[in-house]
């Protein structure tokens, strides 16, 4: 069956650092790859995807790029700051509505 | 503006008792999911649908039932709460076509005990 693997963390940085948060996939068709964020207390809400291989996803200075040959798709911003500290789930689903394969997610905190 | 409502959004009962969560939307989405997140597993899926009078079984459907009567809700019984089912529970949704995105309640976390 499909599954999602990611770092499970806690990640902890300091404002202004570059962060990688990785994630790999194996899925039996072609999905499309999404990354959700979690902030405390409240639900998930989609940060960028990408469709089809090498499409790459952004949204708020997070970047993600479809990765078909390392089934992979690593999220990654050049900058964080302290408002980015969240939890982040990387997930896959295929077209037509169906559910989503989530991770475990990843903690991050991002000290001043 | 559209939106997907999960109530109450917090519930402590005791082992035994049935328990039902609900979840609303108005997007007039024919796809709609339960989760359950825990610590280490991430989201796990329970039940889902794709349209009124079609109900599934997710991954961790055991004890847990659903029923969609119409469009916008979904709730999610706990036949009999047991404390392995103490965690944070989602309902979203989704369009029945297309590539979009799954739109998230904001959860609701059930203590049994």
Known sequence: ?112 | DAEITQSPRHKITETGRQVTLACHQTWNHNNMFWYRQDLGHGLRLIHYSYGVQDTNKGEVSDGYSVSRSNTEDLPLTLESAASSQTSVYFCASRPGTGNTEAFFGQGTRLTVV
């Open chain 1, 1 to 112: 069956g499909d599954s999602v693997t990611q770092m499970e963390g806690p990640v902890t940085l300091s404002e202004e650092a570059f962060l990688t948060i990785n994630c790999t996939y194996t899925a039996t068709g072609y999905p499309s790859l999404f990354w959700y964020v979690q902030y405390p207390g409240e639900g998930l809400q989609l940060l960028l995807k990408a469709t089809k291989a090498d499409d790459k996803g952004s949204n708020k200075g997070f970047e993600a790029t479809y990765r078909k040959e390392t089934t992979s798709f690593h999220l990654e911003k050049g900058s964080v700051q302290v408002s980015d500290s969240a939890v982040y789930f990387c997930a896959l689903s295929y077209t037509y509505g169906q559910n989503f394969v989530f991770g475990p997610g990843t903690r991050l905190s991002v000290l001043p």
